[in-house]
């Protein structure tokens, strides 16, 4: 009697700790059961999978395995479907120690993983960097007789690339080749991403860019999107699963992406990255020649390589070109003019930026947590001046109830009281109030 008691005491957190209590399926019953039914959200498999579903759909990943111990201590046995929402989750959020957790925990269910939850996992070692263990993942799947597919290879292709392992990523090429598959879109997209994270940086990069750009423009047996139908129903783009940097906006409207310029994508970020304005107008060339106009998110690419090479002007021209064609824009586009015009905190620049943000507001686009957040950090670095352009931000995001992050409060907070304000100013008294607020909140975390 006394060990069931104490099973029946054990709290959350012990549960989470794999004590018997979980494994037993037990929750504790401290209140009747009529309360205990209000505040229960979910009893079983179809509600829980539901319950994923909405947590991966507003990026709270953290949530998952909270949800997945609540559910063993209800006595819930998870079905494939929930592993399979538990891994999307856990890829989104870049959480590979919970992934695998999870991928054990299905195995103890008695659910041999499919090809589509290995590909997952090895889509996690790529964001989280760790090619050794995507290539563990694929020897795993050899022993437990899960036959790779297409997907599973351009994967750990991407996987290898985020490491700059071009030595890995070559071979699996080989590996491919051998196999009679061709090389897609998103295999020379892969190619280039190697390049650009090998070290040392090599001297034939450009070189190297072209002539992947070049290569992926020819037809191949596996020219289609990869995507098999459960990574649709999922939500699970092609881009977001290989780690691409267009990954972010894939779902955005028509004319923001588009999906046949993937190696371009990939080609002109690494350019910008890099500062290599002179790779960013041969592949401009290239577009031309192919009588191909640039998408936004190239043309954001465009701005962001001249802005931070420190041609501001040649960034503003590619702007005004954009506008006065009539074709379409996005509140990105601003926002990536006035950061780049920001750098430096020139005089010049940061008058540019606020002018841009003002040309913004009027066409009413909507500036989120994340742009307006960025913006502020940037605008606060700004040591001399009025100030007015991070002030301009602070007010834009005030009036749309958009809450910067604690960083951005941090800095624009700092940014006040290094200058010469009355402690009774408004501005800076709800500052003050702002920042400490959330510096209780989040128990001085200024990273979030």
Not at 186 to 201: D, M, R, S
Not at 244 to 263: E, H, K, Q, S, V
Not at 303 to 329: N, P, V, W
Not at 340 to 351: D, S, V
Request: proline share 2%.
């Amino acid at each position: 009697m006394k060990f069931l008691q104490s099973i029946l005491g054990k709290t959350h957190f012990a549960g989470r700790s794999g004590l018997p209590g979980r494994v037993l399926g037990i929750r504790y019953f401290n209140v009747s059961t009529e309360e205990y039914a209000k505040r229960n959200y979910a009893n079983n498999v179809a509600e829980y999978n539901t319950v994923l579903g909405s947590l991966n759909a507003q990026r709270r990943m953290f949530l998952l395995r909270d949800v997945y111990d609540d559910m063993m201590l209800d006595g819930v046995k998870p079905s494939r479907d929930t592993f399979h929402s538990l891994i999307v989750g856990t890829m989104r959020g870049s959480r590979m120690q919970d992934a695998f957790f999870f991928k054990d925990q299905m195995r103890t269910m008695g659910l041999v993983p499919d090809v589509t939850f290995y590909n997952f996992l090895i889509s996690i070692c790529g964001k989280c960097k760790n090619s050794d263990q995507a290539i563990q993942i694929l020897e795993e799947m050899k022993s437990m007789e899960v036959k790779p597919n297409v997907q599973t290879y351009i994967c750990l292709l991407h996987a290898c690339a985020a490491q700059g392992r071009i030595d890995r990523v070559y071979a699996i090429v080989r590996d491919m080749t051998a196999a009679g598959l061709g090389l897609n879109k998103f295999c020379y997209a892969g190619l280039i991403v190697a390049h650009k994270n090998k070290t040392p940086f090599t001297d034939d990069f450009d070189a190297k860019v072209i002539e992947f750009v070049e290569r992926s423009k020819i037809w191949s047996s596996v020219e289609t999107d990869s995507a098999n139908a459960e990574n649709v129903m999922m939500g699970v783009s092609d881009e977001e699963l290989y780690n691409l940097p267009t990954a972010d906006y894939i779902n955005r409207r028509a004319g923001f992406l588009n999906r046949p310029f993937t190696a371009y994508h990939t080609a002109f970020n690494a350019a910008a990255d890099f500062k290599n304005v002179k790779l960013t107008d041969t592949l401009l060339e290239m577009l031309s020649k192919e009588r191909k106009t640039p998408d936004i998110y190239i043309t954001m690419q465009v701005i962001r390589c001249y802005c931070h090479a420190g041609e501001l002007d040649r960034g503003l021209q590619t702007f005004e070109d954009l506008i006065s064609s009539g074709k379409a824009i996005a509140a990105e586009i601003f926002v990536t003019l006035a950061e780049g015009a920001m750098i430096g905190h020139t005089e010049k620049g940061m008058q540019i930026a606020q002018d841009i943000l003002v040309r913004m507001n009027e066409r009413n686009f909507f500036m989120n947590s994340k742009m307006g957040s960025e913006l502020l950090l940037m605008a606060s670095g700004e040591k001399t001046g009025g100030y007015t352009t991070a002030n301009y931000i602070w007010d834009l995001m005030r009036t749309r109830n958009v809450v910067p992050s604690v960083a951005a409060v941090e800095a624009y907070y700092q940014g006040l009281k290094d200058r010469e304000i009355p402690q009774d100013d408004p501005r800076l008294m709800l500052v003050t109030k702002m920042y400490d607020n959330l510096r209780t909140r989040f128990r001085g975390n200024m990273n979030v």
